[in-house]
């Protein structure tokens, strides 16, 4: 299993995105070795938001239903409390509370590598998936 992050997301979206062709590279590697590609909901969220926001309407509505190919974590109350927590407890990291549900999805699943460009899954001791 592969997590999927935003930074990803929004690159795989927009074709003058720095990380655009990388991101592309990485997903359809990802597909070529049958790995199972995961997210959350809050990731869907935010990731529409952004893109509504910097790319357009269609482009976030699109994705809502390019989404649906990924395994989707649901995240529960659980989850949400136990993110909260870590999100508190890192306060000066700067990881965003996305971020901590991601981390606690990732650990919870057992992944070890993402897709995507956002530093601090490296500093979270995530590995990104190259290849």
């Not at 649901?74 to 927590?85: I, P």
């Not at 971020?99 to 992944?111: L, N, T, Y």
Request: charge should be negative; glycine fraction near 4%; charged fraction near 25%.
């Amino acid at each position: 299993m592969i997590f999927l992050d935003t930074s990803a997301i929004l690159a795989l979206a927009d074709d003058r995105d720095v990380y655009h062709r990388d991101a592309l590279k990485r997903l359809a590697a990802a597909e070529e070795q049958e790995k199972v590609i995961v997210t959350h909901n809050y990731m869907v969220v935010e990731s529409v938001a952004l893109m509504q926001r910097r790319l357009d309407y269609d482009t976030a509505r699109k994705f809502l239903h390019d989404v649906e190919a990924f395994t989707i974590i649901w995240v529960d109350d659980t989850l949400h409390h136990t993110a909260v927590e870590a999100f508190e407890t890192n306060r000066s990291h700067g990881i965003s509370f996305v971020d901590a549900v991601s981390f606690e999805v990732m650990r919870q699943q057992g992944i070890t590598q993402f897709i995507g460009f956002d530093r601090h899954f490296e500093m979270a001791g995530f590995q990104p998936f190259t290849s």
